[in-house]
């Protein structure tokens, strides 16, 4: 079974531009790309991204799909490649089971990828990052580029040491 690195993306991997719809703003945060390619090769490196400006109309499938393909192809750059990219397109109100903090785009990323959900990890900027990997049955961390409260990580580099850690484990 494949151990799994779930990470959310906006505020995570990328600057957090608020409903992003152009891929020009796409900007990978300090030393996540370094920290990705410096994992062992067999870990599968999964996004799990909430995108309501879908479902709030703010942002076409179109311009959503430009931006991802734009973050895949500068990750690429680094070397990093994704297994999977699970993206929610609705709402909060919505009711689905996709949107973090619940756990569908993970338990699908496990189905789709024969994913070892116990011996895998989420990392994301946001509570609902944790509670969704934790409701999967994953371990979790909080990312931050500057310490706060509820923090576990502070910065890439950090973050890097920490995931080398976990996934020597
Ligand atoms: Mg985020
Ligand atoms: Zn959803």
Redesign the pocket.
């Known amino acids: 079974m494949t151990r799994a690195l779930f990470l959310?993306?906006?505020?995570?991997l990328i600057v957090?531009v608020g409903y992003p719809r152009d891929p020009a703003t796409v900007a990978l945060l300090p030393g996540a790309a370094a920290a990705l390619a410096a994992l062992p090769s067999e870990v599968a490196l999964v996004i799990v991204?909430n995108q309501s400006g879908l479902a709030r109309g703010m942002v076409t499938p179109a311009e959503a799909a430009a931006v991802q393909a734009q973050v895949e192809r500068q990750f690429a750059a680094a070397g990093v490649r994704f297994a999977g990219v699970y993206v929610c397109p609705h709402g909060p109100d919505d009711g689905c089971r996709c949107r973090k903090p619940a756990p569908g785009m993970l338990l699908d990323a496990a189905r789709d990828l024969g994913l070892d959900l116990d011996r895998s990890l989420m990392i994301?900027?946001?509570a609902a990052?944790v509670a969704a990997g934790r409701a999967a049955g994953c371990a979790a961390l909080r990312f931050a580029e500057d310490p706060g409260p509820g923090v576990d990580v502070v910065g890439w580099p950090a973050a890097s040491a920490t995931l080398a850690a976990f996934f020597a484990a």
Do not use: L
């Open positions: 959310d993306r906006d505020g995570t957090d991204t994301g900027d946001k990052d």
